[in-house]
């Protein structure tokens, strides 16, 4: 059974507000908790939360790791 490696984030509102496309909505961040193994098969977390953040609704996100500094590729710096 193969698992791969993710990101575990949690969305949080700032306080302030932010303006699209002439509606208001909250400001809100995104705050790395942790990481977590997903069954390649199934889609299900492998792991434990072992505190939660004050005010948190529950949700989360799981996001792909971002490359180790060797595996990114060079980057063009034009003046």
Do not use: H
């Amino acid at each position: 059974m193969a698992s791969i490696r993710k990101v575990v984030c949690i969305s949080y509102e700032t306080g302030k507000s932010v303006t699209r496309n002439g509606r208001t909505y909250p400001d809100s961040k995104l705050l790395t908790v942790g990481s977590a193994f997903v069954d390649a098969e199934s889609g299900r977390i492998k792991g434990q939360f072992l505190a939660v953040p004050p005010q948190w609704d529950g949700g989360f996100l799981i996001l792909d790791p971002l490359p180790k500094r060797d595996q990114q590729p060079d980057e063009d710096i034009t003046s």
